[in-house]
């Protein structure tokens, strides 16, 4: 092969004399001559200070290389020869600063002398150009401080490089966050993370990790999403957004391109819902534009309140909406994100493209994330868990619903084929697994995307609710108004606990939500959620656990998710270890649970690092050590590791212990890793089991 040979000159006299270049380019090789520390002026910078020199001599060689069209990225290798051996840690510490995130061959080897006494150091460098590989982008982390109108960026603790999503969200709160502090003030901060896969072409990896200390719960939170915010902050090289500070009184919008992140006021947008904030900004700022943001609830500091991000389609429909994060954003007066992409998929080697693709067909030959979620979506379980006993009905008081066919998956998926809706909708770029929906109401008019099991259930059955076009209407107020569905659900529940309505009131439902937008006395409560409205309104039966309303699995009948509603360090989330149909026990039996809840909530702890959707976990269940291997291969090709299936779990217990730390110092305890009272009391029909795992075996869950 022949390559072009480039001879560069620094203009030094003694190169044309003796006959020398200070760079010599052949094809894509560049190659930068010994380099000492001499000035134009031709004396030595730094005399016999060695890190001093090191630095000096390093700069000047990145400059020699951009002259050869090589970038500081592209180095592979490094040599420095240096007087004094003992001087190799100011050498080294000097030589970080330019190559710890490359990680270039480095050698260093002790001579006699250099050509003047008080020179201590001379370096060669190597380059490759177009050996840069892109997942190196992913290395900025961004502070913006609103009160101060700041936004600072950062290089990223190496410590941090093999964290991702969940597992850095964890890290970063532990590190930063006082766990006594209030979380809507000072103190606390909102951490945007995409996964370590984000930005790839790994299936279903789009999910995006908001963390922060819950209002809602006292404790550590993630939050996780999909929508197109994780792929296009990965592309863009970001590792991870942090949002602290003082709160504020004013609206902002943060913009984030190619060209760097402002921050913009816009108070224009104070108390508009996230339909209307998403339209006047992508009529700003392109069609394109993917929106971060939350609604009137996360202004007005309700704990209930989530955060939205658009979908595929621009409409602001997946929400990371447990725990209240959406508070803490509107604190500091963040109203919305703007990330306009102009960065292409991070590219990747073979063996990461074919890990990625065995993956992607291990998840499409699954029955369930190949065949039902594609076909009915999350819903698909609505009839399968009225079956089992476990469907949330009129506030957790019975396990089946009579009228669970009018709103299952099956239901949903022929009301959508008859008015021009969809189902298997992706949510988020890459997703092979497409559970989402889009549900139409009878004009054709888009109502939301998608209609989740939780939101069914939590704002149907659990409120004595069965018209399925009610629900949906609802779902399209909690994602326009800011507040999280399973919350809402909980709260109203209660609520008609309560008497304020009769259980299976539309009429009643309507006049809640109208009560919690005009932001009457009762409103504010129930924007605070079950919790708050269950204290004031004097409701014995409240059901939550930390504060956050249980999910739509009632755990008398999935006992293996009561074990998770207790011991997760967020409070009652399914997402942290759903236990629905695990092979290895009965569901309605205390034996066995403790160990899969363990097990469960490691996985999904993994998986949120990984930026991974949390559906792969049926294709893991099938085949764990063949398709994790695939994750474990992805992570190593993209961040030069050789991580295996095990490593990948290590994630996982890692993110755990980070956030249970966190709990303990804010002031939480095993006492506090308990269901409410009538779960232990109260026989749930048809199976007339209580929750009856024992204490002590709990606390083993995580000793």
């Known amino acids: 092969m022949d390559f072009k040979r480039t001879n560069y000159s620094s203009g030094a006299p003694l190169e044309e004399k003796v006959g020398y270049s200070r760079v010599v380019k052949v094809g894509p090789y560049v190659f930068v001559g010994g380099t000492t520390a001499v000035q134009p002026d031709g004396s030595v910078y730094g005399e016999n200070d060695a890190y001093a020199q090191t630095k000096y001599i390093l700069e000047k060689m990145i400059k020699c290389l951009e002259q050869a069209g090589a970038k500081r990225e592209e180095v592979v290798r490094v040599k420095a020869y240096a007087t004094d051996m003992s001087r190799a840690k100011e050498i080294g510490d000097a030589y970080a600063e330019f190559f710890k995130d490359i990680k270039p061959l ?33 290395t900025k982390v961004i502070r913006i401080n609103p009160a101060q109108n700041q936004v600072v960026s950062e290089e990223f603790k190496d410590e941090y490089r093999l964290l991702g999503g969940r597992a850095l969200t964890a890290r970063i709160v532990a590190d930063e966050v006082d766990p006594r502090c209030s979380a809507l003030g000072v103190g606390n901060k909102v951490i945007l993370a995409p996964g370590l896969l984000s930005g790839t072409k790994a299936p279903s990896s789009g999910r995006l990790s908001i963390g922060g200390k819950s209002p809602l719960t006292g404790t550590i939170k993630e939050s996780n999403v999909g929508g197109t915010a994780g792929h296009k902050l990965a592309r863009l090289g970001y590792k991870a957004i942090i949002i602290e500070g003082d709160t504020s009184d004013k609206t902002f919008v943060i913009t984030i391109s190619k060209k760097g992140i402002l921050l913009l006021e816009a108070p224009e947008l104070a108390e508009q819902g996230n339909y209307q904030t998403t339209q006047i900004l992508r009529t700003k700022y392109g069609e394109k534009a993917t929106i971060i943001s939350i609604g009137p609830a996360g202004e007005r500091g309700y704990t209930a309140a989530s955060i939205a991000v658009t979908d595929m389609d621009g409409n602001p429909s997946r929400h990371a909406a447990r725990g209240g994060l959406g508070a803490v954003l509107g604190s500091k007066g963040i109203k919305a994100i703007v990330i306009i992409d102009e960065a292409s998929v991070l590219t990747t080697s073979d063996d990461f493209n074919q890990a990625a693709k065995k993956l992607a067909e291990a998840l499409t030959k699954n029955p369930v994330s190949g065949q039902a979620l594609p076909a009915l979506g999350t819903a698909v379980l609505v009839n399968m868990v009225n079956e089992s006993g476990a469907l949330p009905t009129r506030n957790f008081r019975y396990g089946r619903f009579d009228n669970a066919a009018a709103i299952s998956g099956e239901q949903l998926a022929e009301t ?19 559970c989402s929906n889009v549900y139409v109401n009878a004009e054709g008019r888009h109502i939301t995307s998608g209609l989740e099991y939780e939101t069914i259930v939590m704002l149907g059955s659990n409120c004595g609710i069965a018209d399925l076009d009610f629900i949906a209407e609802m779902d399209r107020f909690c994602d326009d108004f800011g507040l999280d569905t399973i919350e809402t659900g909980c709260t109203i529940g209660v609520a008609m606990e309560a008497g304020i309505i009769p259980f299976g009131s539309t009429d009643g439902m309507l006049d809640l939500t109208r009560q919690i937008a005009e932001g009457t006395a009762l409103g504010k409560i129930l924007g605070q959620g079950a919790a708050v409205a269950g204290k004031v309104l004097g409701v014995e039966r409240v059901p939550v656990v930390k504060g ?28 942290c270890g759903n236990a629905l149909g695990h ?6 039996s205390p034996e066995g649970q403790v160990q899969v809840s363990a097990e469960l909530q490691t996985v999904c702890a993994a998986i949120d690092a990984t930026g991974l959707c949390l559906f792969i976990c049926f294709a893991l269940g099938e085949n764990p050590g063949q398709n994790l291997g695939y994750v474990a291969d992805m992570i190593s090709s993209l961040y030069d590791v050789c991580w295996q299936g095990n490593n990948v779990i290590g994630l996982g217990q890692q993110t755990l212990a ?14 506090h890793d308990r269901l409410p009272e009538f779960f232990y009391k109260e026989p749930l029909k048809p199976h007339n089991t209580v929750f009856d795992v024992p204490e002590e075996e709990i606390k083993k869950a995580f000793p």
């Open 106 to 138: 480095f050698t260093m080897v002790g001579i006699a002398a250099l050509n003047r006494p008080t020179q201590v150091v001379e370096i060669e460098i190597d380059a490759i150009i177009g050996s840069i590989k892109e997942v190196k982008k992913m």
């Open 658 to 671: 980070i956030e249970r730390r966190f709990n303990r110092d804010a002031g939480f305890t095993s006492a």
């Open 416 to 434: 959508a084929a008859q008015r021009g809706g969809k189902c298997g909708h992706a949510c988020m770029p890459g997703c092979v697994i497409r």
């Open 548 to 575: 956050q309303g249980i999910p739509a699995y009632d755990p008398r009948a999935i006992k293996g998710n009561g074990v998770t509603y207790a011991t997760s360090p967020m409070g009652a989330d399914h997402t």
């Open 583 to 588: 092979p290895a026990v009965n569901p309605i």
